[in-house]
Nanobody
Framework: QVQLVESGGGLVQAGGSLRLSCAAS????????MGWFRRAPGKEREFVAS????????DYADSVKGRFTISRDNAKNTVYLQMNSLKPEDTAVYYC?????????????????WGQGTQVTVSS
C-alpha cells in the first residue's frame, strides 16, 4: 500500500511559478513510475506529466511542455512538478499518482495509487 500526499498549491498571478510536491510512503517508491494529472472546473481529468523510476523517460502534455518540469528524488520519496509561466487555464486541482510500471502513463487507468489533490489557482 502506497500513500501519496500533495502540497505546494496555492494562488499565483499569471506568469508566476509554483512547485508542487508529492510525498510517498513506503520503501518501494523508486520502483514506481509517477504522474501528475489535473482537473479544471467543468472539465475532464487530463494528463500533465509523467516520469519513470529511473528519472528518465519523462513525458508532458502539449499544453505544459516547455513550462512544466517533472522530477523525482528517490532518496526523499518525493516527486515534484515545477510550474513556470503559469496561465489562468492552468487553474485546476492537481493530483499525484503512482504506477507499478503500467503503460501507457498518459492514461489514469495505468495508475495504482492517487493523492488527495492540491488546488492551483492562477489569476489574470
Amino acid at each position: 500500500q502506497v500513500q501519496l500526499v500533495e502540497s505546494g498549491g496555492g494562488l499565483v498571478q499569471a506568469g508566476g511559478s509554483l512547485r508542487l510536491s508529492c510525498a510517498a510512503s513506503g520503501r518501494t517508491f523508486s520502483s514506481y513510475a509517477m504522474g501528475w494529472f489535473r482537473r479544471a472546473p467543468g472539465k475532464e481529468r487530463e494528463f500533465v506529466a509523467s516520469i519513470r523510476w529511473s528519472g528518465g523517460s519523462t513525458d508532458y502534455a502539449d499544453s505544459v511542455k516547455g513550462r512544466f518540469t517533472i522530477s523525482r528524488d528517490n532518496a526523499k520519496n518525493t516527486v515534484y512538478l515545477q510550474m513556470n509561466s503559469l496561465k489562468p487555464e492552468d487553474t485546476a486541482v492537481y493530483y499525484c499518482a503512482a504506477s507499478a510500471w503500467n503503460d501507457p502513463l498518459r492514461l489514469g487507468t495505468s495508475y495504482d495509487y492517487w493523492g488527495q489533490g492540491t488546488q492551483v489557482t492562477v489569476s489574470s
